[in-house]
T-cell receptor
Framework: KNQVEQSPQSLIILEGKNCTLQ??????????LRWYKQDTGRGPVSLTIMTFSENTKSNGRYTATLDADTKQSSLHITASQLSDSASYIC???????????FGAGTRLTVKP | GAGVSQSPRYKVAKRGQDVALRCDPI?????LFWYQQALGQGPEFLTY????????KSGLPSDRFFAERPEGSVSTLKIQRTQQEDSAVYLCASSPREGDYGYTFGSGTRLTVV
């Protein structure tokens, strides 16, 4: 069973709109949580990284939140652009940092 | 180089054929990882190197999979007697040192076994 669950599986929004992607995890012991953007045919690129003591982290139009008590994270994208169309993957690392567990990703499509 | 380079970008193999996938990590990066990504799924861990030492190979699905990094830089993932279920994208990632957050992924090699 995947220890990192993401929702929705896919999402279509209009350009300029905001959206929020969800990530629930059961990984333990937890070290940090990252959100990656993966364009089609490319490797994942890091957007944000948060340790268990951080609640929020921003990177431009991307804002990630983390609730380590409920083991939930979200990625909020504001004023979406066509170039935001990609898969967004939630990755949770165990304490040794070298053991990363990936979610299946949310496929976001931004339409004009 | 500026990023993690993987070759070939695409590989089509006949079932039963052996393949070798190459990863050139960022120069000086100590840690190197291989992942397998099935269509529509997140990457699954295969194996991890710290310099030339293979510290974790628990994710390799069978003894047909073999990885090496003899000089602590370039790594090769070899799959023997390929099967259709081996079809996936194989991603390589590197980081400057053990436990560092700064992982950089390559673009992957898409392997199709026919």
């Amino acid at each position: 069973k995947n220890q990192v669950e993401q929702s929705p599986q896919s999402l279509i929004i209009l350009e300029g709109k905001n959206c929020t992607l969800q990530c629930n995890y059961t990984v333990s012991p937890f070290s940090n949580l990252r959100w990656y953007k993966q364009d089609t045919g490319r490797g994942p690129v890091s957007l944000t990284i948060m340790t268990f003591s951080e609640n929020t982290k921003s990177n431009g139009r991307y804002t990630a939140t983390l609730d380590a008590d409920t083991k939930q994270s979200s990625l909020h994208i504001t004023a979406s652009q066509l170039s935001d169309s990609a898969s967004y993957i939630c990755v949770v690392s165990l304490f040794n940092n070298n053991d990363m567990r990936f979610g299946a990703g949310t496929r976001l499509t931004v339409k004009p | 180089g500026a990023g993690v380079s993987q070759s070939p970008r695409y590989k089509v193999a006949k079932r039963g054929q052996d393949v070798a996938l190459r990863c050139d990590p960022i120069s000086g990066h100590v840690s190197l990882f291989w992942y397998q990504q099935a269509l529509g799924q997140g990457p699954e861990f295969l194996t991890y190197f710290q310099n030339e030492a293979q510290l974790d190979k628990s994710g390799l699905p069978s003894d047909r999979f073999f990885a090496e990094r003899p000089e602590g830089s370039v790594s090769t993932l070899k799959i023997q007697r390929t099967q259709q279920e081996d079809s996936a994208v194989y991603l390589c990632a590197s980081s400057p040192r053990e436990g560092d957050y700064g992982y950089t992924f390559g673009s992957g090699t898409r392997l199709t076994v026919v």
